[in-house]
């Protein structure tokens, strides 16, 4: 196989980059291969699903990841090869002081390597192992990938609700303070309370401006997780979100699942297989350094045509262990299973200690919007209240408004607790490293089981 160059031109690759597009043939395939209706393609619109499947496509992370895969597999097939034949021969001339019959001397010799242990099936074994790893540290940034989209979006919807929220305050500050200038105009108010008002409405404004402002870093930040530069990110729009959505998210854990959470999290998180997968490397590793305590036989026949005279021979061959260094490298094996075994089980106490964290960070935020809600719902409750009064001449609009603004701050302190609490439930299935609505499905199931034995 010839050697063919393929240098790096880094403008060429940064135009490619930026030239990553939604109508690429083979991104229209991927996606029917993975089972997206074909009707919904090109996308419409950007929802947790899209930015998930197309980031899985485009990001660069997960390019360098397949390619380091594809490099392991590759190693599979090198450790599957037997030892190669070897072949050698010489040539020589005498000066026949001897009375040699023919001047000339030449000799041909095969070397036929033997394993006397099975190591190439071993070998075999510790390259799928490492493939193994390399699987899933692949599953892994696909893994994070749909996890830092989902906190960006949820990010992005709260920065946008937090928007409508501000303006609403900066809309109802602007009355009162409208209502109050008219007020001291006529002797009515004084200065001082104009002065407070007029400086919270400076605050709302102000912060305002700054969530305005940044409504373009979150489409750039949820491109960047696309792996799709700006431009073609803002093609299609981003899907709003709904109360449905919000519902779909929430789970309520009991005790006994919060218990299932932890051994889910102790069985299948990527980094719990990975680890299991390098110390079953390691393990390959030290069966290897055994194995070759009995070294390898070549044997070598040869043919020798010698001055006249033809000589047949069959040689054998092997390595002889005179300084007895393979106790060493056996121990060195064993070492470093055991500090795979020793990290192993460091890795499932970390794990215990984030899912129990993580859950109960989950619980909390379940606990705050509920309160929230309720706080809201008590505000609503008096603004009905305050609405009849008004109504009835028991109080002027000044105070209606303040109402409002009241209603108005508790629906905000509601909106924060409730993106909170999907941000929580996002970290909980980050935790865990897959949907909890698998949980949902299994503890279903678990339940419908347990009715029906007998």
Same mark, same amino acid.
């Given at each position: 196989?010839?050697?063919?160059?393929?240098?790096?031109?880094?403008?060429?690759?940064?135009?490619?980059?930026?030239?990553?597009?939604?109508?690429?043939?083979?991104?229209?395939?991927?996606?029917?291969?993975?089972?997206?209706?074909?009707?919904?393609?090109?996308?419409?619109?950007?929802?947790?699903?899209?930015?998930?499947?197309?980031?899985?496509?485009?990001?660069?992370?997960?390019?360098?990841?397949?390619?380091?895969?594809?490099?392991?597999?590759?190693?599979?097939?090198?450790?599957?090869?037997?030892?190669?034949?070897?072949?050698?021969?010489?040539?020589?001339?005498?000066?026949?002081?001897?009375?040699?019959?023919?001047?000339?001397?030449?000799?041909?010799?095969?070397?036929?390597?033997?394993?006397?242990?099975?190591?190439?099936?071993?070998?075999?074994?510790?390259?799928?192992?490492?493939?193994?790893?390399?699987?899933?540290?692949?599953?892994?940034?696909?893994?994070?990938?749909?996890?830092?989209?989902?906190?960006?979006?949820?990010?992005?919807?709260?920065?946008?609700?937090?928007?409508?929220?501000?303006?609403?305050?900066?809309?109802?500050?602007?009355?009162?303070?409208?209502?109050?200038?008219?007020?001291?105009?006529? /002797?009515?108010?004084?200065?001082? &309370? %104009?002065?407070?008002? $007029?400086?919270?409405?400076? +605050?709302?404004?102000?912060? =305002? @401006?700054?969530?305005?402002?940044?409504?373009?870093?979150?489409?750039?930040?949820?491109?960047?997780?696309?792996?799709?530069?700006?431009?073609?990110?803002?093609?299609?729009?981003?899907?709003?979100?709904?109360?449905?959505?919000?519902?779909?998210?929430?789970?309520?854990?009991?005790?006994?699942?919060?218990?299932?959470?932890?051994?889910?999290?102790?069985?299948?998180?990527?980094?719990?297989?990975?680890?299991?997968?390098?110390?079953?490397?390691?393990?390959?590793?030290?069966?290897?350094?055994?194995?070759?305590?009995?070294?390898?036989?070549?044997?070598?026949?040869?043919?020798?045509?010698?001055?006249?005279?033809?000589?047949?021979?069959? /040689?054998?061959?092997?390595?002889? &262990? %005179?300084?007895?260094? $393979?106790?060493?490298?056996? +121990?060195?094996?064993?070492? =470093? @299973?055991?500090?795979?075994?020793?990290?192993?089980?460091?890795?499932?106490?970390?794990?215990?200690?984030?899912?129990?964290?993580?859950?109960?960070?989950?619980?909390?935020?379940?606990?705050?919007?509920?309160?929230?809600?309720?706080?809201?719902?008590?505000?609503?409750?008096?603004?009905?209240?305050?609405?009849?009064?008004?109504?009835?001449?028991?109080?002027?609009?000044?105070?209606?408004?303040?109402?409002?603004?009241?209603?108005?701050?508790?629906?905000?302190?509601?909106?924060?607790?409730?993106?909170?609490?999907?941000?929580?439930?996002?970290?909980?299935?980050?935790?865990?490293?897959?949907?909890?609505?698998?949980?949902?499905?299994?503890?279903?199931?678990?339940?419908?089981?347990?009715?029906?034995?007998?």
């Amino acid at each position: 196989m010839p050697y063919i160059a393929k240098p790096i031109n880094a403008a060429q690759s940064a135009t490619k980059l930026s030239k990553k597009s939604l109508s690429d043939p083979d991104f229209k395939t991927y996606l029917v291969k993975n089972g997206v209706d074909e009707a919904s393609i090109p996308f419409q619109s950007w929802d947790i699903d899209t930015l998930t499947h197309t980031a899985l496509f485009f990001h660069s992370d997960l390019a360098v990841a397949k390619e380091k895969l594809a490099l392991t597999e590759h190693s599979i097939q090198l450790a599957e090869m037997k030892p190669s034949v070897g072949v050698g021969g010489s040539i020589g001339r005498s000066d026949r002081a001897n009375g040699d019959i023919n001047p000339m001397a030449y000799s041909l010799q095969i070397d036929i390597p033997f394993e006397t242990t099975p190591k190439r099936a071993i070998k075999v074994e510790e390259a799928q192992q490492l493939a193994e790893i390399s699987r899933l540290d692949a599953a892994e940034i696909a893994w994070n990938l749909r996890n830092q989209i989902r906190l960006d979006l949820i990010n992005y919807h709260q920065h946008l609700r937090s928007i409508e929220v501000t303006q609403r305050e900066v809309d109802i500050y602007q009355q009162l303070n409208t209502m109050l200038q008219k007020r001291l105009t006529v /002797g009515m108010e004084s200065g001082t &309370n %104009l002065s407070q008002y $007029q400086l919270m409405l400076q +605050k709302a404004q102000v912060q =305002l @401006r700054q969530l305005s402002g940044n409504t373009e870093y979150w489409v750039m930040k949820l491109a960047a997780d696309t792996g799709l530069s700006y431009a073609t990110f803002k093609s299609i729009p981003i899907t709003p979100i709904s109360n449905q959505e919000f519902k779909a998210e929430l789970l309520e854990i009991s005790t006994s699942q919060a218990d299932t959470l932890q051994t889910e999290a102790l069985i299948h998180r990527i980094d719990i297989r990975r680890a299991l997968a390098r110390y079953a490397a390691a393990e390959s590793r030290l069966k290897l350094e055994v194995a070759k305590q009995i070294p390898d036989i070549t044997l070598s026949p040869s043919y020798m045509f010698e001055f006249g005279d033809r000589i047949w021979s069959l /040689g054998i061959g092997t390595l002889l &262990n %005179l300084l007895k260094q $393979q106790p060493n490298f056996i +121990k060195q094996a064993e070492l =470093l @299973r055991s500090i795979e075994g020793a990290q192993f089980e460091a890795l499932q106490e970390s794990v215990i200690m984030q899912t129990n964290a993580a859950h109960t960070q989950y619980r909390n935020a379940q606990l705050n919007y509920a309160a929230a809600k309720e706080s809201l719902s008590a505000q609503m409750k008096h603004a009905q209240q305050f609405n009849k009064q008004f109504d009835a001449g028991l109080i002027d609009r000044f105070q209606l408004t303040q109402m409002q603004l009241s209603l108005q701050l508790a629906e905000q302190a509601a909106n924060s607790a409730q993106f909170e609490m999907l941000r929580q439930h996002a970290l909980l299935e980050n935790t865990l490293q897959r949907p909890l609505t698998d949980l949902r499905s299994m503890t279903q199931l678990q339940s419908q089981a347990s009715t029906t034995t007998p």
